[in-house]
């Protein structure tokens, strides 16, 4: 299928539509009146009739990426005539979306000297954003590559990058052209950020679960190297959002750029980040001091400013968190954990704290840790433990407070209860349904035992981190004593399964510890098998057992075979674990599991090596 030309005696070119002058010049025209405050610019009908048909032929294929790069090269010759317009048209911004990709040094040189005349009225358009993006993304590329027009293209995207620094405020105070400038911060910086900052405008047209951005690398690498001179220029634009904290560090659009311009600093130029970190703690430090306190617990607690100070104490050096927590923060961690919001900088401060300061932060926090749970502001407990568990210090300490604030530390008996408390999030008092302090002492193994119904993503966290701790047999122990119908319904919840994810890599957990958990699952094999998320564990336990235990597994899946082969998560098991050559061929079944497990010990030396 081919775009059919505006004149007929263009038809036998298939792939290069041919101009027409009038659309040019009228939209040339309409743009001089935008400019001017006037009509945005728009598409002659005919000219929007020729690229909705060019659309139409790129997403119907070519044969070979050639000819895709020539279709690009051409149908972007031809909208160097009407780029504003087109831009800013709907269909017109997918269709340059999709070409972008696709266009070569020459091309995209042409496309971007067309736009940066205009460039604050497309960058601030909802469809004009969309091409100056994947315009970036692509330059520094196409630069690192080399060729006759690299040159050319380093200059247009330095002359961009300049326009914007120039009018700053403008283009970062901006819905649109906001994203725009984070663009331009990654591609000087050649670093692709996974915040959500760095996150592009969702593409018009899409569901929101479609247009949602996946991991960085999903649209191409997430370093690469960049000339000097976007370097210098992105050191210029540290300097200019440092001078223009004081007027809008409060809007959430410029909010957003300075966190990407932090993180991309990060990992280009350090210094160049510390600098403005310095620069955003001493500007809010000093405004609106209070007795006692430090001002910047005001901005701790507001919406816009704390998502600044996350990224600030993310890209921190270890003595620049001390010196935040020594100078603003001490002696305030239990206000910080009760607030809606600050509770989410604390988090941020105790993932990034080195050794020694988060031994000061658990000093602060220990005391108050049913209290933070009581408030539901679960990530401050599952950050403290995850950093006990990074750092190996105040493991023991850390977990005895856990137990104690879910009232299981004491008497020792409850110890044997508390992973399903953990899991559920509940209080013994909750889970049992005691009401008197003292009939609970009374009740040291109450029966009958209630069913664990729920697990919370939290808790799952928290057992998670208890696993991996240096001594992980308080939690193993309860796992142990945990009914059977319980550990099928951890491993068959979304967020529970990964709890023996945990029990299955932990270097911690003693193997004959982790059979023991393992084979309480015996006599379920098949509920497992028909769970989406239990079916993954039941496929991890495999992986990771002996062929003994492999035989019982199989055995009890074989008895099933049929019900299993039409399960839409069994089946994977059947295949995986080759029950058909189980029943039928038993010795063939043996030798291939064995050569399995050869293959598997010999990555593993590979991968040591």
Not at 554 to 559: D, G, H, I, R, S
Request: net charge neutral; aromatic share 6%; charged share 25%.
């Amino acid at each position: 299928m081919g775009v059919p030309p505006r004149h007929e005696k263009g038809a036998g070119n298939r792939k290069r539509p041919r101009k027409e002058g009038s659309a040019a010049s009228t939209a040339q025209k309409e743009g001089s009146k935008a400019s001017q405050g006037g009509p945005l610019p728009r598409l002659e009908p005919a000219a929007a009739e020729y690229f909705r048909r060019a659309h139409e032929t790129l997403k119907s294929g070519f044969g070979s990426e050639e000819e895709k790069a020539l279709f690009a090269s051409n149908v972007l010759e031809e909208a160097e005539a009407v780029p504003v317009p087109l831009s800013l048209d709907p269909a017109g911004s997918l269709l340059l979306q999709a070409l972008v990709p696709s266009a070569s040094p020459a091309s995209l040189c042409r496309l971007l000297r067309a736009l940066i005349p205009s460039l604050r009225l497309v960058a601030r358009h909802a469809c004009g954003a969309h091409i100056l993006e994947a315009a970036l993304l692509r330059a520094p590329l196409l630069i690192q590559e080399g060729g006759e027009d690299s040159g050319t293209l380093e200059d247009l995207v330095l002359e961009l990058g300049r326009s914007i620094q120039g009018e700053l405020s403008a283009f970062a105070l901006d819905a649109h052209a906001s994203f725009v400038v984070r663009t331009l911060l990654q591609a000087l910086g050649g670093a692709r950020v996974g915040s959500d900052g760095g996150r592009g405008l969702q593409v018009l047209g899409t569901s929101h679960s479609r247009a949602k951005q996946a991991k960085p690398g999903s649209e191409g690498p997430t370093d690469f190297d960049v000339p000097n001179s976007f370097l210098s220029l992105l050191r210029g634009f540290s300097e200019s959002f440092g001078e223009l904290l004081s007027e809008f560090i409060a809007n959430k659009f410029f909010s957003l750029c300075l966190q990407v311009a932090l993180e991309v600093l990060h990992r280009k130029l350090p210094e160049a980040c510390s600098q403005l970190c310095c620069s955003v703690i001493g500007y809010l430090s000093s405004r609106n001091p209070a007795a006692g306190q430090s001002a910047l617990l005001v901005f701790l607690k507001d919406a816009t400013c704390s998502r600044v100070l996350d990224k600030v104490l993310e890209v921190s050096d270890p003595k620049a968190l001390r010196s935040f927590y020594k100078v603003h923060v001490r002696g305030q961690l239990q206000v910080l954990a009760a607030h809606p919001v600050a509770n989410f900088t604390l988090q941020r401060l105790i993932q990034a704290a080195p050794c020694k300061l988060l031994g000061k932060l658990f000093e602060e926090l220990s005391p108050g840790l049913e209290e933070i749970l009581a408030l539901e502001h679960l990530g401050v407990v599952t950050a403290l433990l995850g950093a006990c568990r990074k750092h190996g210090a105040h493991q023991q300490e850390a977990l005895q407070g856990l137990l104690e604030a879910f009232h299981c530390w004491e008497p020792p008996s409850r110890q044997l209860v508390c992973a399903p408390l953990i899991a559920s999030l509940l209080a013994y008092e909750v889970y049992y349904g005691e009401e008197e302090e003292e009939e609970e002492e009374e009740k040291a193994d109450p029966s009958p035992s209630p069913r664990l119904s729920s697990v919370s993503y939290h808790g799952s966290l928290m057992l998670q981190h208890c696993l991996h701790f240096a001594d992980p047999s308080v939690v193993l122990r309860s796992l142990a004593a945990t009914t059977p119908p319980d550990l099928v319904t951890l491993a068959c919840d979304p967020a529970g399964s990964h709890v023996f994810d945990a029990l299955l890599a932990s270097p911690s957990v003693p193997e004959k510890q982790r059979r023991k958990v393992l084979r309480l699952l015996k006599g379920h094999y098949v509920s497992l098998a028909c769970s989406k998320h239990g079916s993954r564990v039941l496929d991890a336990v495999w992986s990771r057992a002996t062929l003994p235990a492999k035989r019982e597994m199989a055995q009890e899946l074989a008895e099933h075979e049929q019900k299993l082969r039409h399960d839409p998560f069994g089946h994977h098991l059947v295949r995986n674990f080759a029950l058909t050559h189980f029943l039928k061929r038993r010795r063939d079944w043996e030798r291939l599991q064995e050569a399995g497990k050869k293959r598997r010990e010999l990555f593993a030396e590979i991968l040591e090596d």
